[in-house]
């Protein structure tokens, strides 16, 4: 593993997806157009909402982005699903930061509220991961609640998504 950072840039974003962030078989982002991320702006093992750990990301949202596209013919807006899984793959480089090895797979979330819609006019994403626990057994496993923010405005609220590690072959889907 590299030295841990406090912050990290796309290409570090990207050498993350290439599986060199954490070493061979950990944590990995997913590769573009998937990585719904431009940098890491702030990661923290202390702070955040529950004072376990918090990580801040921003997103530049282009107008011809690939998913507005396609969701919907002539009414575009960023499917709900992608801010989600950023959250998700938030919470899990947070775990692969941390040092703790294992492929990363979400394993589900407890409740998710959308309050504004991502349109080719939003300029910048940011999101919040507050970290609420982090178990480090046979099971690998981070609990994390979620803010994302569309040009400053709360957009969604997520609370209790679930990351785990997974040794490989360990993991379904």
């Known amino acids: 593993m590299t030295e841990r950072k406090s912050n990290y840039s796309y290409d570090d974003l990207l050498a993350c997806g290439r599986g060199e962030l954490f070493g061979p078989g950990n944590a990995q982002l997913p590769a573009p157009?998937?990585?719904?991320?431009?940098?890491v702006t702030s990661i923290s093992e202390d702070g955040g909402a529950h004072g376990k750990g918090v990580v801040e990301a921003e997103f530049d949202v282009k107008k011809d982005a690939w998913f507005f596209q396609c969701h919907f013919l002539g009414d575009p807006v960023m499917p709900g699903c992608l801010g989600l899984d950023a959250l998700w793959q938030l919470t899990g480089f947070f775990l692969g930061w941390k040092g703790l090895e294992g492929r990363?797979?979400?394993?589900?979330?407890?409740?998710?509220?959308?309050?504004?819609?991502?349109?080719?006019?939003?300029?910048?994403?940011?999101?919040?991961?507050?970290?609420?626990?982090?178990i480090d057994r046979r099971l690998k496993l981070g609990i994390a609640d979620g803010?994302?923010?569309?040009?400053?405005?709360?957009?969604?609220?997520?609370?209790?998504?679930?990351?785990?590690?997974?040794q490989t072959g360990a993991a379904t889907g």
Not at 33 to 39: Q, S
Not at 104 to 133: Q, S
Not at 147 to 166: C, H, N, P, Q, S
């Open 33 to 39: 157009p998937m990585l719904m991320m431009d940098r």
């Open 104 to 134: 990363g797979r979400a394993l589900g979330v407890g409740e998710v509220k959308f309050t504004e819609m991502v349109t080719p006019t939003v300029r910048l994403i940011k999101y919040t991961v507050d970290i609420k626990r982090v």
């Open 147 to 166: 803010r994302m923010f569309v040009d400053g405005e709360l957009a969604y609220t997520i609370k209790d998504m679930r990351v785990g590690l997974f």
